[in-house]
């Protein structure tokens, strides 16, 4: 084996350098936690000032572990806090400073005694984000933002702020349109959605109704995990119709 000199700037330089990642490297890294990321996100983020990956001379992107690991820290705060873009950049900061950072639960019951897991079954945190900050989050304009509501694809609620997941949704809609999938394509999905949502709350509801507020707060992890269970099933329901049609 060959045995490379230690120390040096050049060689110090040299190891800084096998470490960089193209951001193709970095997408299937993350994609492991994030199944959703893609590179147009990745791309967005960037713009957004949330990461600095290295460039090379001809202009490609070349990501370090650190700007890897950052990337994962928004991506989780974006999926299990539904912070806006700003408040993530100034956590990132104060976790720059080596300062202890508190995030906040999102539709959790907090830990503690009786009467703190009753009010967060009564009363969780809901997780919202306005009109400007969908748009800017899934890159659209009010055209296509428009459109997908009068397809019933995404809608606001009664405060006329939006659920965080509508964001997820928004970015999705993104990603099929490039391949020519428009949203009167996906009313029949729409409507499979609406009917799997039924069925998970028909299965929660006797939770949600219990007399236990211990049982109550279950409801939701419960309703989370089928959510999940269904869209693996129709994912491979998908891949299994596309393989017999194919073969």
């Known amino acids: 084996m060959l045995q490379t000199p230690s120390g040096g700037a050049g060689s110090g330089t040299a190891a800084a350098e096998s470490r960089l990642m193209s951001i193709g490297t970095v997408l299937n890294a993350l994609r492991e936690e994030f199944p959703e990321v893609t590179i147009s996100k990745i791309r967005f983020l960037e713009s957004e000032g949330l990461i600095e990956p290295q460039r090379t001379p001809s202009g490609y992107r070349k990501f370090s572990p650190e700007d890897v690991e950052r990337l994962g820290h928004v991506l989780r705060m974006q999926r299990d806090h539904y912070l806006p873009l700003r408040v993530i950049r100034e956590h990132l900061d104060v976790l720059e400073r080596g300062e202890p950072l508190q995030l906040p639960s999102v539709g959790r019951p907090r830990e503690g005694g009786d009467d703190e897991l009753q009010a967060g079954v009564q009363g969780p945190t809901a997780a919202r984000v306005g009109r400007a900050e969908l748009l800017a989050a899934a890159e659209i304009d009010e055209e296509q933002l428009a459109e997908w509501e009068s397809y019933g694809l995404i809608a606001s609620l009664p405060d006329g702020g939006y659920d965080a997941e509508a964001v997820t949704v928004a970015s999705l809609m993104v990603e099929l349109g490039r391949f020519g999938i428009e949203p009167r394509h996906l009313r029949a999905m729409k409507a499979a959605a609406d009917r799997d949502a039924g069925l998970v709350d028909q299965v929660v509801a006797p939770l949600r109704r219990h007399r236990n507020p211990q049982t109550r ?22 891949q299994t119709a596309l393989g017999v049609r194919l073969h």
């Open 217 to 238: 707060a279950h409801a939701e992890a419960r309703a989370k995990e089928l959510a999940g269970l269904t869209v693996r099933l129709h994912a491979a329901l998908v």
